[in-house]
């Protein structure tokens, strides 16, 4: 009988242990997540442009060893391609086809595991990625199928600020004011990310600037 209950016991403590285990292991994951986000919202926004390579290379270096970590979880892959092609956007030369080309497969990766993963970002990324990158025969750009992208982000997430602000963009880009307005404003309406205000505040002050030259 003693013998019984020592092996339940001991049973009991395994399961908790593991249980524990992959608790800290998802703590862990979303730490990372954060210090990625704040490090992009930092080098994106805040370094000034003479910094800006050594915080992108910083940037990557940390999301490389998250996705090293992670290399099945939808929001690594995801927040590692926003990471590439910011740090493209930025830095341009030889280096930045290479980079948006494997942020689009860590997207399409991510697409596969979880599409819904961080309210739509696979498909907001994925949108900004096809509406900004050079066409067929340098890259893969596409608005028709940026358009497509920022339609299924919009589907799961309507009112955030991301998608609105990508598809206005897009919008813009077209040279369809008062819609691109419509979409600006929207984004600006956008509902506050707990955790986020450096992007929020960021992303709020870029839709200001594309809302006063849709005016000017």
Known sequence: MIHKHIG???????????LLAGTAQAASLEAQLDSVQHGWAQAYYAAPKEQKDAAFAKLIADADAMLQAYPARAEALT???IVLSSAAK?????SALGQV???????????QID?????????SSLGSLYANVPGWPIAFGDKKQADAYLQKALAINPDGIDPNFFYAELLAARGDK?????????ALAA????????????????IR????????
């Open 209 to 216: 600037a594309a809302l006063a030259r849709l005016d000017g």
């Open 90 to 94: 930025f830095g341009g030369g030889l």
């Open 8 to 18: 339940t016991l001991l049973r009991a403590v395994a399961g908790a242990s593991l």
């Open 178 to 186: 008062a819609a691109a307005k419509r979409y600006y404003e929207k």
């Open 101 to 111: 080309k494997q942020a689009r497969k860590d997207l399409q990766q991510a697409e």
């Open 115 to 123: 599409p819904r993963t961080l309210d739509g970002s696979v498909y």
């Open 79 to 81: 927040w590692h391609a």
């Open 191 to 206: 509902p506050p990310r707990p955790g986020r205000e450096d992007a929020d505040n960021g992303r709020r002050a870029e």
